[in-house]
């Protein structure tokens, strides 16, 4: 490998490491697995990645095959930005904003940018990117892009796919391509290109042609989806194709995105925020589909369990002291209103206000940026759980991020509850009411033989349950080598072979971040779970620019 490692030293411009102290670093992400890459580069510019992809693709053509990992800051908590070969870490050089657009708010931006350096930046400009993950602090927007992340606020503003408008994307073969929506007729010029790109269109249009019926019968029942691959927005009724939608929540999987352009909102600081106390799920249920109804609805709704709270008051007994009072209540919902018209926001609140009345629920309202903030904190209380360990027993993302139709919300809570009385874990449940999408990490010991039986056997029993209950197996965290292997039941074998064929129009060598998302089992992924669980060193190891 240092063969290699020496080419890529004297062709690029950033750094090239393969030091066995930074390929341990870098063989964990925020997943339970483990893969050590062979060579760490830091690209300095889309040169790097370009002539990196274009080495790899020559040595494939005859035979060797070293693949290549994008990575933003390796928060994935499904195992997608680990890998056995070049892991290429974006954070060190590629972060800059490129350009603001003031007029229509679109911001360019290279993928290595911290999420939250960004959101500052765009606060400047009264806009913001609406689906920022809650590790907006500690992770990339080229990660975001790539899991097709999203957050608190997508409830209203939907998911990270619904802002990129145009990406510069680093093919498998080193080629550069810039994606956007494409009429019949500029579709028609790509085809006719003798490069890879028009062999891409070429057969990207006649697979999307003979599957329509299989493609338009993928939609789930769900508020927000990030698991498989996007295939229903590449070619729309009016025959316009683009690439964009597919390359979002592909995971590195299909190209290395080197440029973003991405649409922002108007950003509203004056809110209203709603605490509803609920001591029933089927009122919560109730109560949240009636909200879910009004015609400006919540930008926000977003839910912790009493679980949580016994925990954060047994372990963190400061945290949220004055905030919330026990005896606890059985679920906290926050609804926030963000409507840039203030008598919009006011009427609307006061609907929801009516509604937890008849219901007989008890409530408090905020709108004081002090009264705010405090209520946040008992969602935001959740990285507590993450971030506990018991010795060696750690809160371990294995089912963390499952979303059923909302009218199986109840019920998904219910049987969450009854999976881990059976298992006898601790439980705690917070998460996107609005979507119904909850987040739950189970504690267990992965140095012990039983625990790491019990991870495999909690992913069947678990990801089966999301599945019959029309749901999906990832709501934002996207499927990395932790879900993949339930690719195939979730969509079905039709669609799955789709989506062998979609990585193999992309990918042929199969050097773009192999083992994620297609041919992946169960058997593939047990040998790469840890032995021990952590994240603490996430974010810290990048060389100086
Ligand atoms: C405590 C905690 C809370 C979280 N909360 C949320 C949440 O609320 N919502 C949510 O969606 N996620 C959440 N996540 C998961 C994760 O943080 C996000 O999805 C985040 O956006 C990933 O960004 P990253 O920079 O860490 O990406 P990485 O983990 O480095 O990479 C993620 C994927 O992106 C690919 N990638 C990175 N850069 C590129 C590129 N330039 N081109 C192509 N592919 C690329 C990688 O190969 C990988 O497949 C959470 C994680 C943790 C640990």
New binding site residues.
């Given amino acids: 490998m240092s063969k290699v490692a020496h080419y890529l030293q004297e062709h690029l411009n950033g750094e090239v490491m393969f030091s066995p102290a930074i390929r341990k670093y870098f063989s964990t992400?925020?997943s339970v697995f483990e893969v050590t890459p062979s060579i760490v580069v830091y690209p300095r510019d889309e040169d790097d990645v370009r002539k990196t992809a274009r080495f790899t693709w020559q040595l494939a053509e005859r035979g060797r095959v070293i693949p290549i990992?994008?990575?933003?800051?390796?928060?994935?908590?499904g195992g997608?930005?680990i890998g056995s070969g070049i892991m290429m870490v974006?954070?060190a050089h590629m972060k800059r904003i490129l350009e603001f657009d003031h007029k229509t708010g679109n911001v360019v931006i290279e993928?290595?940018i911290n999420?939250g350096t960004l959101q500052q930046a765009l606060h400047m400009h009264k806009r913001f990117l609406p689906p920022f993950?809650?590790?907006i602090d500690y992770?990339?927007v080229?990660?975001?892009?790539?899991?097709n992340?999203?957050?608190e606020k997508t409830f209203k503003y939907g998911n990270t796919r619904n802002f990129v408008k145009n990406l510069r994307v680093v093919l498998a073969n080193g080629e550069v391509i810039e994606t956007k929506r494409l009429s019949k007729r500029e579709l028609s010029k790509k085809m006719g290109l003798t490069t890879f790109e028009g062999e891409i269109y070429r057969a990207l249009d006649a697979l999307v042609e003979d599957n329509k019926e299989a493609i338009k019968g993928m939609q789930l029942d769900v508020s927000k989806n990030?698991a498989g691959y996007d295939l229903m927005d590449i070619k729309r009724k009016d025959g316009s194709f683009d690439l964009t939608p597919l390359f979002v929540g592909s995971?590195?999987t299909l190209?290395?995105?080197?440029e973003a352009t991405l649409a922002t909102a108007v950003y509203n600081p004056n809110t209203t925020l709603i605490a509803a106390f609920f001591e029933d799920l089927h009122v919560a249920e109730h109560a949240i589909e009636e909200i879910k109804k009004l015609p400006d609805g919540p930008s926000a709704m977003e839910l912790v369990d009493d679980n949580l709270l016994k925990f954060i008051d047994e372990h963190h007994p400061n945290q949220l002291k004055g905030i919330v009072e026990k005896p606890f209540h059985k679920l906290i919902v926050l609804i926030e209103f963000d409507d840039a018209n203030d008598r919009t926001q006011k009427k609307m609140s006061k609907r929801t206000l009516k509604i937890l009345k008849k219901l007989e629920v008890p409530f408090q309202i905020e709108t004081e940026e002090y009264e705010k903030e405090q209520l946040w904190k008992i969602r935001h209380s959740a990285?507590a759980v993450?971030s506990h360990s018991e010795g060696k027993m750690k809160a371990l993302?294995i089912i963390e991020d499952g979303i059923v139709p909302s009218d199986k919300f109840n019920k998904y809570i219910t049987n969450v509850y009854k999976m881990f009385e059976k298992y006898n874990l601790k439980v705690a449940l917070w998460g996107h009411a609005g979507n119904a999408n909850i987040h739950m990490q189970p504690f267990l010991d992965l140095s012990q033989v039983g625990d790491r039986q019990k991870v495999f056997k909690i992913l069947e029993e678990y990801y089966t349950m999301v599945i019959g209950l029309g749901g999906s197996t990832s709501g934002?965290?996207?499927d990395?080598r932790l879900r993949s292997p339930f690719l195939k039941r979730l969509y079905g074998e039709d669609i799955y072979s789709v989506f062998e064929k979609v990585k193999l129009i992309f990918d042929p060598h199969g050097t773009m971040?192999p083992g994620?998302k297609i041919d992946v089992t169960i058997d593939d992924i047990k040998p790469l779970l840890r032995h021990e669980y952590g994240?603490e060193h996430l974010g810290h190891h990048l060389p100086r620019s």
Avoid: K, L, W
Avoid at 69 to 77: H, L, Y
Avoid at 255 to 258: L, P, R
């Fill in positions: 992400d925020g990992t994008a990575r933003g800051m390796g928060t994935c908590q997608s930005a974006f954070p993928p290595g999420y993950p809650s590790s992770s990339s080229g990660g975001a892009i790539a899991n992340a999203s957050g990030s995971q590195g190209g290395i995105v080197t990285a993450v993302p934002e965290h996207n990395g971040n994620v994240m």
